[in-house]
Structures are given as C-alpha cells and as structure tokens.
C-alpha cells in the first residue's frame, strides 16, 4: 500500500464503519494452497529480489516469476506478451556543465561552482544558455489587492534578463498568518518573474523562516524552460549593480523501465466482459525514493505482506478459476509496478487498457493479504459500495467463524489499486487483513505471515468471483468516499491529487462525496491553482494553504477545466 501525504493510507480502516459479514461453516484448511502460496511468498520476499523497487532489476524478477507462474498455470498473455511496460523517472541530477557566471561591467566573468556556491532547484528545465542584466526584484512579492505591491515591476525592465529573489518575505516572516506568506512561495514567485519576462531566476538567502530549495531535484515536478538556480551565499542590502549573468541549466534526467503483467484464462475474447483480478508487485527496495517508516541503516524491505502476499493469492486464484467454466467473461489477472509511487502500474494499465473499460465488470484487488490476525480474524472487504451486488454476494458467503470473519466498507476510494478503475466509473472490491507494525519496515517478511489466514481470505475471495459470472455487468454506484490520509491540518477540501500530473497546479483525481470541493461543484480533472490568495503550483503549495485555514471560514478557490479558468467559492 502507498502512503498518501507522508501518512500511511492503511491507518484510514481503523476510522471507517464497518458491516461484520458471518456465516457459520466448516471449510477445511488446504495445505496444498498453502504450500503453493507459501512458496510464492519465499521467492518474491527473497532478499535476492532487493524489495522489488518499481524499474529495478528485482522488479523485472519478480515480474519474469509471475509471468512465469501464469504460463504455468495455463494463462495466456492478455496481449502478445506478458508484459506492459512503462517508464518511471529514477533520477533529475544537474549535470557538470550547469554554468552561474557574474560578468563585471569591463566584461571579466567569474563562475561560480556548481553545488559549493550555488544548484538548480527542480524547476529548472534544460535551458541552454540565458544571459542579461542582474535586475535585483527584492522578495518578488506581487499583491493584487489595494496595497498593489509589484516588487518586480518597481525594480525595472525585467524582459529577457536575470531576476534575482530573496526567498520568504521582509518583517513578520515566522508569521504563517501574514497576508504576506499566500504570495510569498517560490511556485508564486517564479510564475510572476516568468509572467514579467525573467529570461533566468536566481533566488537568495532571504527571511530565516524561509523554507530553502533542496539541492535534489524532485523526480516528478514541472520544468519550465529557463535556468533556476539558488545562490547560497547571502547579500546584505541590493545585489551589486551593473552586473551581467550567464546561466546554463543542464539537468540529466535518469529513467527505469517498470512492468506490469497480465494474462487471461483461455482465450481472450473482445465480445465478453472482463472481470479483472490484481495485486501490485513492486515495493519500496532499499528505500530509494522514500517511503518507509523504518528509522535504522539502509536495509531491504522485502514486502512479504505488501505486497507479495497479494501476488501470492492472486497467483493461487490464477490456478483454481482457470478450470471453471467462465463462458461468459474473460478472466483477466494482473500484476501492477509502481503502485508505491502512486499507483502508477494501475494508471498506466486504464490509460492505455488492453480491454475496453466499458467491458471491464469489476476489479477485484488485492493488497496485503498476509497478516490475519488471529484474534480478530477480520478480512476488510473494502468497496462494497461501489455495486448493489456485493452486499447480497457477501450474505451468502460460507466462512468458518472460528478462522475468518469479514468486515466491509463502502468507500470505492484508498491507498491502491482499485481506486484507478473506480474513478473510472467500475465496480471495485479490496481485499485486505489488516494494519500491523512491519507496515513499511524491513521487518514485513515471510516468517511473519498467516498462510492458514490466506487460505481462507483465499477462499472468500473465490467464492465471491464464482458468484459473479453472469453475463451482465453488475451495476456501478458512486460512493461517499472517506478522505484518503490523515494530516494535522484543521480543514481539508476532500479531494485526491493526480501525482502523475507535472504540469502546474494540482490536477484532482477523486473529489469526496459530500465535503467542501464537491459541494463548491469541483470536479475530478480540475486543476486547482489558487486557494484563496494562495497560488497552488504542486501538492506542496496546496498543502500550504491547507495550514492557512480554519473550520468554517471560506475561501475561493480558482481551477482549470477544460482551459478555462473558473473560481468558486468552499467553506471548510
């Protein structure tokens, strides 16, 4: 499972109200299953994968296994192969030839040395060459309002030279609640250098309070397409006047290859249905790209409970559904990369569906499969909202009391991958045994899972696919979705951000039934780029803006649908 806003998303069950499902039957343990699930675990958990990271060798492992396994167990290729492939962003690095050089009045240059003296900041696109005059634009604060303060039209003709910025703002800077701090972060204030001509940005040291650009290039931000570059050496009073600039902003950009696998029982055919199940494959490797809650030196996280276990049993229903006789559907299972990066694999896959999406009947997903516990002995069934069948489903299910109960949810929405055929209008169910403290630590391994557990979340899970054949498609109902994440934050406008989306704003990928976005009429696919007198240039700002606010008070909010920009107004 991924997190959302540096919060684990599975915390989220433990606040959802739940329906206990429970039919009293004697259902045998099946120690083959087990053996079978077993073995698939040990191998994908295997320190000889590295974590499975999305695009790394092990994850090609992994996927070559699971490809494997299918063709074993008499899957086919969805397509003509079994992988669909996808690229991910591993790493923006500015390269040697970054070039920051003062050029005095009698023409001599002095460079300055890239990472001791000054870097890039992720903005900062390849640009080969921007040269001009220094204009020195103070803290580049613009005010539309009464005061109509325009720091960079006071300081001159800012067209085609180099705008040079003081981060934060001048006074009350620790203040978050000074008018000041909505117009006062960098997304605002290169978009007001740009909008006046800036041909380079140079920011400097300015208000303590200030948060400082991170000489790490974020993987996936914007670029824009001149030079950004942040100078740490700080300037009392004006920077020196009658100096020239040149900048070259040369950033390599390193990418990996991610794989999602898909086969079909039988022969795929385009006039039926496709009921699909799935289980994401990757995990957090070494932790590279962030994410793990494990506080000690570098270590592999193996992912037995997330997310081979899913894989596991997804692999295990491969074998048991491919000998029953589904003439009216294809049975399509899927493995998805790059889910811990943002569901990137499940994106991928409804971007460019190797079915039609209006012939997909329900997604059964799968994610953290291995950890029941053996006093509650709940499966979470999460999406039961999202068809009026799968209650009715749920109420015939044969389960022994004694190992498993289930529990269920409505919301269509959470911290996988169901959620990307959701917001596509299709029935979804999530499969998951529960949060536990190895969530995301190197500590999530093998010796630790419920196999006897998995064996009868396994055999819900059958029983469930076996009452949904029928030729019609179960009918698709909207859900009133809780709020992925938690966050210290007194407000919130209940919506999903698109993490895929780099341009600037940020674009919705789920609006919450129910709170302040949906009930102001935003829409999934609006891109939000002001919130109040806060410009919104990623997530971050967003975020920021979020920390402005309290219960009750109203703000107006302007987005972009469609290209058009449109505001309105939400009370928290």
Known sequence: MIFFLNRPKAFL???YAVLFVALKAQIPINEKRITRIKND???LASDALEGRQTG????????DYIAGQMKEAGLKPLKSEWFQTFDIVKLRIAKPSCLLAFISPTGEAMELKLHEDFYPISQSGNADSAEGAVIDCGYGIVMRDSTNRDDFAASGDLKGNIAVIRLGFAGDSDNPHSPLSAVANISTKIREAIAHGAAGILFLPGSTAAEV??????RYVKTLDIPIFYLKKPFKGEFPRGVRMQMKSHIAVFKATAHNVAGVAGKYKRNRNNIIVCAHHDHLGFNEYGGSRYTGPQAIHNGADDNASGVAAMLELSRSLKGMKYKKNNL???AFSGEELGLLGSKHFVQQCPV???KISYVINIDMLGRLDEKGKTLMVNGVGTSPVWKTTLSSIKTDTNIIRIATTESGLGPSDHASFYLEGIPVLHFFTGQHEDYHKPSDD????????MDAAVDVIEQIIAANTGKKKPAFTKTKDATPGRSNFKVTLGVMPDYTYSGNGMKLDGVTEGRPAMKAGLQRGDIITKVGEISIGSVTDYMNALS??????KAEVSYLREGKTLTTTVEF
């Not at 093998?446 to 557990?453: L, Q």
């Not at 402005?548 to 008070?553: I, M, N, S």
């Open 332 to 334: 399509v299972f899927v």
């Open 13 to 15: 069950l433990t606040a």
């Open 548 to 553: 402005k606010f309290e219960k009750g008070q």
């Open 56 to 63: 790394s060798p092990g994850e090609k492992l992994s996927a």
């Open 356 to 358: 039609p999406k209006q």
């Open 446 to 453: 093998v010796d630790k899972i419920n196999f006897a557990g």
């Open 41 to 43: 675990i040990t191998y």
């Open 213 to 218: 650009p991170k000489g790490e290039l974020e």
